[in-house]
């Protein structure tokens, strides 16, 4: 009934429309790259999708409909995309709630169960039944089971010439009281978020299973393949994956870890298509991207590139090399620091590309002058009113 291909070497997912790729222009004639790279910008929320957000996919070659995505009547594609641990993207991948996500989003688990005489992170790890699977106590994932429009509840009693904190406190009690009003089950949450900087908000009624174990980690010179120097590079030739199973209680709801909870059963599963990638296939980011600055100022962007990046850089830079000082002397040291020297390495690389992308393209040349530009269209607009 649904399909979609999961290459099983790389642990993806985020509704980010600029993920229609240019090759999916031969599914669609009629349009012109330009026209492609228009649909791009910005993030589709799932919920969102039917009307012209779906017209486009279809257009480009998409053989899933918005309700194959999102539906919260039926199965849909939503119920195999998990959050994992409050930070990464994951995918249910079976009718017994395994699950695949990142190398580096499981890598402190994998840590968590190392040590020197077995050393998971060095040689991986693989349960071969379910007695073996290693329990987390202090992870967890998080299922979206309905996301709801808010905008205009939240915004309910605001008036134009109200001042920003007068706004704002209006805001904050129009969402708690629409949090607590919110119809969900006994063991969900409700939770209201913003978007575009406030200018829209989205209920989210979620379900979050703390019992999750380890299944199995490739070693790390699979995992963490190229290692900083790679990260954040593409292509990138590196088996960035491990395994959980997410465990339930008899009822198949959330529960704390027990010897008694058996695996989740979840409402879909992605099935595993060894096909390949072929010219022209549409493709879908589907997941939790965190948070976008596609808006911000030309000043915002500088500021970015110019002051806090090089700040950032710099302190990490002196993080690293205390840490590695460290960890070469030994290998017990090794382990426990391993974790938190890849996630310090991990932003240290990515604000480095970020500058360094920043420059080459000329980023902030480009927002200056499309500011130039919005602002001369606004002022023509204003003259034509009065």
């Known amino acids: 009934m649904r399909y979609i291909k999961l290459y099983i070497l790389v642990a993806f997912l985020a509704i980010s429309c600029k993920t229609i790729q240019e090759t999916s222009v031969a599914q669609a004639p009629e349009k012109t790259v330009q026209d492609v790279r228009e649909i791009q910008g910005g993030m589709w929320i799932p919920s969102l999708l039917e009307g012209m957000n779906e017209n486009e996919m279809l257009q480009l070659g998409s053989k899933m409909t918005a309700k194959d ?55 991986g790890f693989w349960a071969m039944n379910y007695g073996q699977e290693l329990p987390n106590p202090s992870m967890n994932v998080t299922f979206i089971k309905r996301i709801d429009d808010v905008t205009s509840e939240v915004f309910k009693g605001i008036t134009a010439n109200m001042d920003e904190a007068s706004k704002l406190k209006i805001i904050n009690q129009n969402i708690e009281k629409i949090a607590k009003a919110a119809q969900k089950e006994d063991w969900q949450d409700a939770n209201i ?174 927002k200056r002058e499309l500011e130039k530009e919005f602002t001369k269209i606004v002022n023509e607009k204003d003259l034509v009113g009065l």
């Not at 995505?69 to 017994?96: M, R």
């Open 193 to 366: 978020k913003s978007i575009y900087h406030g200018n829209q908000f989205l209920l989210f009624v979620t379900e979050t299973f703390n019992d999750l174990r380890l299944v199995g980690a490739p070693p790390s010179s699979i995992g963490k393949f190229g290692a900083d120097t790679d990260n954040w590079m593409w292509p990138r030739h590196t088996g960035d994956f491990s395994m959980f199973r997410i465990y339930a209680d008899a009822n198949n709801r959330p529960a704390k870890y027990s010897k008694d909870n058996v695996p989740y059963k979840p409402n879909h599963y992605l099935p595993i298509s060894l096909d390949g990638v072929q010219e022209g296939d549409f493709t879908l980011v589907f997941g939790f991207p965190g948070r976008t600055n596609e808006y911000l100022p030309a000043v915002g962007v500088d500021q970015i590139a110019n002051v806090l990046n090089p700040a950032r850089i710099e302190i990490r830079d002196n993080a690293l090399k205390i840490t590695d000082s460290f960890m070469r002397k030994n290998a017990d040291i090794k382990i426990k620091y391993a974790s938190k020297y890849a996630s310090t390495a991990n932003y240290w690389k990515k604000w480095i590309g970020e500058s360094q992308g920043i420059q080459k393209s000329k980023a902030i040349e480009k």
């Open 69 to 123: 995505i999102y539906d919260v009547n039926n199965s849909s594609l939503k119920d195999a995309i998990v959050h994992f641990n409050g930070g990464c993207t994951s995918e249910i991948i079976s009718p017994n709630g395994l699950l695949l996500t990142n190398h580096h989003c499981g890598y402190g688990a994998i840590q968590s169960h190392s040590t020197v005489e077995n050393d998971y992170l060095k040689d």
